[in-house]
């Protein structure tokens, strides 16, 4: 593609396997490694989930009028089921527009806005190509029919999401989405407690044209 020699190998999206040389499962420590392409660290945050149990009840206890035994119940039994796997989470935010999550230290998700000129799939840009286009031939690539809902676009087979390229219609069509604030994340395994995705829908115009042929089998 005529992008290809344009942007940096370190700066490609690579499903299932992590961002450039930085793969998935990679230690935490190995990130200062990579301080020249990210930049500083210029936030950092953890989550434990004892620490978050503790914050609950904290405030519970300063708001108490608000909350009866039931809602912190509630709030307890919801955080239980999700606690094995927030826990031990940390986010790591570097001024490139990356941010590297990590659980138990180890590599798990990246996530790009659009301050990330570089960030590329198979040389094409990510925040300044045609969003039809590029959503057409990560399909292609990967071999698999997104799903849309609302702003968010998701290749589920691969872990991959990318929120506001392309915006649902109530008419069944899609339109752009605005430039600034597109952000795209991928991991290495499915979303711990994402939305149940059986709200989506396929994303019928890539359908057509990327696997039209097949249709008329």
């Not at 370190?10 to 450039?20: A, M």
């Not at 108490?64 to 307890?76: A, G, K, P, R």
């Not at 031939?137 to 929120?163: G, M, R, T, V, Y």
């Amino acid at each position: 593609m005529s992008n290809l020699n344009l942007y940096s190998p370190f700066w490609e999206l690579l499903p299932l396997k992590g961002l450039g040389p930085i793969r998935f499962l990679t230690d935490k420590s190995v990130l200062q490694t990579y301080h020249e392409e990210l930049g500083s660290i210029t936030a950092e945050r953890s989550e434990n989930f004892q620490e978050q149990q503790q914050q609950l009840y904290d405030t519970v206890n300063q708001f108490s009028e608000f909350f009866s035994q039931d809602d912190l119940n509630t709030v307890l039994e919801a955080m239980q089921v999700i606690g094995d796997s927030r826990d031990d989470i940390s986010t790591v935010f570097m001024d490139a527009g990356i941010s590297l999550e990590y659980k138990a230290n180890q590599l798990v998700e990246v996530f790009a806005d659009d301050r990330a000129k570089q960030l590329h799939f198979q040389g094409i840009p990510l925040f300044d190509s045609n969003p039809t286009q590029l959503v057409m031939c990560i399909s292609k690539q990967l071999n698999e029919i997104p799903c849309i809902k609302d702003e968010e676009i998701a290749f589920p087979e691969h872990n991959l999401f990318l929120f506001s390229f392309l915006i649902e219609q109530s008419d069944g069509a899609y339109q752009e989405g605005k430039k600034k604030g597109r952000t795209v994340s991928w991991r290495n395994t499915a979303r711990p407690y994402g939305e149940d995705l059986s709200g989506y829908r396929p994303l019928e115009m890539i359908e057509d044209k990327v696997f039209g042929a097949s249709k008329t089998e």
